[in-house]
């Protein structure tokens, strides 16, 4: 059972306890750090047996019973926070975007490898049953040679309660691109784990409803093999969550989370509908498992800097209206 440090018990950070807390055979939160300590906060951490300590994050990673920290913090603190639990010892299980630049994520990448101790980046639409067979599918080279990918996750996010002028979730300094650090990056990651890396992206954003924040980003990307892509993402709409594949041989659609639809050249499509499963608790398990086989990385340490290298580059594209190299 690996014993777990959570800090932050905002929104996202109480989803990923209740997806596990006394749920799960692999991993118990045992305590927490939080900056708004109001009655509710600490009323939810008791009715979960999770105790809210009165330390900084530097003291509470060097507790003794504890083994890893889950971060669903601000992401501009991401890699501090990993370099500072590194040098503790403990393992790391931190909250999408890794970093919002490639300097930053270099570092975090460096403190993991130089402490031995195991970093997942929790990209919960990785463990999506559908996603999984769209990896079985392209390593069974059914969809021949991969020519062009596209995916769009939209929804309306900007018009939360918890969206409110002091949450650090709508400053464009933490949350760039609109919507980009909330769903767009799902979609980039998920054509990385599909395609290998980005090499040159061109973006724009805008406003076209909200006043302060940007709500509508569009990317186009060039990989390193080869392929083009466009993403889009919305934070002002009704929830939409679309990715296509186009092969030489066959197309895959992904429509919604759960329905596959297979093309196969001179063949009727093939329309699949996989179960819903707790992602939350996979991506943490995962965690646990990955602990315990001593594997470093969740997610091959090259595409996780991409990511990171595509979101620095993608500020860059929208500010100058270029194409923008990501190395």
């Not at 055979?25 to 939810?44: D, H, M, V």
């Not at 001593?294 to 091959?300: A, K, R, T």
């Amino acid at each position: 059972m690996i014993r777990a440090l959570i800090v932050g018990l905002g929104w996202w950070g109480k989803t990923l306890v209740d997806s596990v807390q006394n749920h799960s055979k692999k991993i118990e939160i045992r305590y927490g750090i939080t900056r708004t300590n109001s009655i509710e906060t600490q009323n939810y951490a008791r009715t979960n047996g999770i105790t809210l300590l009165k330390k900084t994050y530097s003291e509470a990673v060097k507790q003794k019973d504890i083994d890893a920290v889950i971060l669903a913090t601000p992401h501009s603190q991401h890699s501090k926070q990993i370099e500072i639990a590194a040098a503790s010892g403990k393992h790391i299980a931190c909250e999408k975007p890794f970093t919002l630049n490639r300097n930053d994520a270099l570092l975090a990448v460096e403190a993991v490898e130089r402490n031995n101790v195991t970093l997942s980046i929790l990209y919960n639409r990785r463990y999506n049953p559908a996603i999984i067979e769209i990896q079985n599918l392209l390593k069974s080279k059914k969809l021949g040679t991969i020519i062009h990918v596209e995916s769009n996750f939209s929804g309306d996010t900007a018009f939360r309660a918890d969206r409110n002028e002091s949450s650090w979730r709508v400053n464009p300094d933490e949350s760039p691109l609109g919507s980009m650090t909330n769903r767009g990056l799902h979609c980039v990651d998920t054509l990385v784990s599909f395609c290998g890396e980005i090499k040159s992206v061109f973006v724009t954003s805008s406003n076209r409803v909200l006043t302060k924040l940007d709500d509508t980003t569009s990317c186009i990307l060039w990989f390193k093999n080869g392929i083009t892509g466009y993403v889009g993402t919305s934070n002002v709409t009704t929830p939409f969550w679309w990715l296509k594949i186009f092969g030489s041989e066959s197309t895959i659609e992904m429509r919604n989370y759960d329905t596959l639809v297979l093309h196969e050249r001179n063949q009727k499509p093939q329309i699949q509908t996989y179960s819903e499963i707790n992602i939350e608790k996979a991506e943490l398990e995962a965690f646990c498992d990955n602990i315990t086989n001593g594997i470093m990385f969740s997610i091959p340490k090259n595409q996780m800097i991409n990511v990171s290298s595509f979101l620095d580059a993608s500020i860059k594209s929208s500010n100058s209206k270029k194409i923008v190299d990501l190395d």
